[in-house]
């Protein structure tokens, strides 16, 4: 049974950069797509993007010119970095695999971390 | 971006009632509808992928159907530990879009 783990600070300032990782355990590494998912009152569940152990990546375009997800294959890590916080990315924040292939749903979710962003 | 829309938001039900869910997409997604159950304070968990694939483990009450831009989440006799917020989510194009909600609630 795969299990996400994610870390990383949960308070910042407006301008500051969100850092978290995502640790993953109990199953293997390659062959699935690692996401970042957020989820606010204001806007529900929004995918951030995804990377598989490769580096490849893929963003959704509302958030692509903040983001910056990265990997550590050796670790079975990976890692998201938001620049340029605003109130408006509180949310608890969430990593998930990715299955990749259709109909792409989420199959495994590390519990939430979250983020509050305030000065 | 496809935009997910659910109806209703908020849903009264009692034990044993059958409870369904709606789910409409702005455009066509084939098979490509996911279905999520999330309670408070947790992360959410697959109950159902491909429209009406039950994800292992997840009890036979839960069934989904659907086609083209219309999808339905049905729970056959509703138990104390389904009262939670259901989502569905596409997965036919990036980004992956999610409907805002229907929350289920004890009548």
């Known amino acids: 049974q795969v299990q996400l783990q994610p870390w990383g600070a949960g308070l910042l300032k407006p301008s500051e950069t969100l850092s978290l990782t995502c640790g993953v355990s109990?199953?293997?590494?390659?062959?699935?797509?690692w996401t970042w998912l957020r989820q606010s009152p204001g806007k529900g569940l929004e995918w951030i993007g995804e990377?598989?152990?490769?580096?490849?990546?893929n963003y959704n375009p509302s958030l692509e010119s903040r983001v910056i997800l990265s990997v550590d294959s050796s670790k079975n890590h990976f890692s998201l970095h938001l620049n340029s916080v605003t109130a408006a990315d509180t949310a608890v924040y969430y990593c998930?695999?990715?299955?990749?292939?259709?109909?792409?749903?989420?199959?495994?979710w590390g519990q939430g971390a979250p983020v509050t962003v305030s000065s | 971006d496809i935009q997910m829309t659910q109806s209703p938001s908020s849903l009264s039900a009692s034990v044993g009632d059958r409870v369904t869910i709606t789910c409409r997409s702005s455009?066509?997604?084939?098979?490509?509808l996911n279905w999520y159950q999330q309670k408070p304070g947790q992360a959410p968990i697959l109950l159902i992928y491909?429209?009406?694939t039950l994800q292992s483990g997840v009890p036979s009450r839960f069934s989904g159907s659907g086609s083209g831009t219309d999808f339905t989440l049905t729970i056959s006799s509703l138990q104390p530990e389904d009262y939670a917020t259901y989502y569905c989510?596409?997965?036919?194009?990036?980004?992956?879009?999610f409907g805002q909600g229907t929350k289920l609630e004890m009548k």
């Open positions: 491909g429209i009406s």
């Open positions: 455009q066509r997604i084939t098979n490509y």
């Open positions: 109990g199953g293997s590494f390659s062959g699935y797509f």
């Open positions: 998930a695999r990715n299955l990749p292939f259709s109909p792409y749903y989420f199959d495994s």
């Open positions: 989510q596409q997965g036919y194009n990036r980004p992956y879009t």
């Open positions: 990377i598989n152990h490769r580096g490849s990546t």
